[in-house]
């Protein structure tokens, strides 16, 4: 299995909802990520696990809070967003984190903030 | 602060002639380059990568060419079919410049690449 999963596929909440998005690797990677993406941009890097601990942090705002719960899943839980978080958030993993290994994406989360 | 720059927003090539990305960076601390392939509604796809030790890796059809002293880096896809219609991403990371390894990458603007029949 050399596939990242993501769901849901598209995500459309209001400002006061919660909502989670999930992701899933079974490669063995340890290291997994999360990405956010706005249209006609680059991906930008949100946060980082490794080994199932949180390595980086972007200076992203308290309102995403990652969670790893083990070492195949990663969830990114969302509150009090705002319209202008609205984006396509991506997962990726990698084998680990000490050494050249590239990056393998899921297909993504479309979410729309209300 | 764009450390890594794709200069050309949009590129056609016949089928069945080479197509060549470009992408510059500034950052000297760089050692690990990839490109990634990304069509729409979907997450980039990792094509192919080169460390700063080499200057060339070949995998099929692509070829990545590293010019460290110019800072420079290139895809070349030969022959393009029309598959390879989507947008490419270059990215770049340091194991030096952080504590944590290669984990950070960093994206160019990327280039969308048209194969025309």
């Known amino acids: 299995d050399t596939e990242v999963t993501q769901t849901p596929k598209h995500l459309v909440m209001g400002m006061t909802n919660k909502k989670s998005l999930k992701c899933e690797q079974h490669?063995?990677?340890?290291?997994m990520y999360w990405y956010k993406q706005k249209a006609k941009k680059p991906p930008e890097l949100m946060f980082v696990?490794?080994?199932?601990?949180?390595?980086i942090n972007e200076s992203v705002p308290s309102r995403f809070s990652p969670e790893c719960p083990n070492s195949s899943l990663l969830n990114l839980h969302l509150h009090a967003l705002q319209p202008e978080d609205s984006a396509l958030y991506l997962c990726?993993?990698?084998?680990?984190?000490?050494?050249?290994?590239?990056?393998?994406f899921g297909p993504g989360t479309r979410l729309t903030v209300l | 602060d764009q450390q890594v720059k794709q200069n050309s927003p949009s590129l056609s090539v016949q089928e069945g002639r080479i197509s060549i990305l470009n992408c510059d960076y500034t950052?000297?601390?760089?050692?690990?380059f990839l490109w990634y392939k990304k069509y729409p509604a979907e997450g980039p796809t990792f094509l192919i990568s080169?460390?700063?030790?080499?200057d060339k890796n070949e995998d099929g059809r692509f070829t990545v060419f590293l010019n460290k002293s110019a800072k420079h880096l290139s895809l070349h896809i030969v022959p393009s079919q029309p598959g390879d219609s989507a947008v490419y991403f270059c990215?770049?990371?340091?194991?030096?410049?952080?504590?944590?390894?290669?984990?950070?990458?960093?994206f160019g603007t990327g280039t969308r690449l048209t194969i025309i029949p």
């Open positions: 950052n000297s601390m760089f050692d690990y």
């Open positions: 990215a770049a990371s340091g194991l030096s410049i952080s504590n944590f390894g290669n984990e950070k990458l960093t």
């Open positions: 080169i460390s700063s030790i080499k």
């Open positions: 696990y490794s080994y199932e601990k949180l390595s």
């Open positions: 490669m063995g990677h340890r290291a």
């Open positions: 990726a993993s990698s084998q680990d984190r000490g050494t050249y290994n590239e990056q393998f």
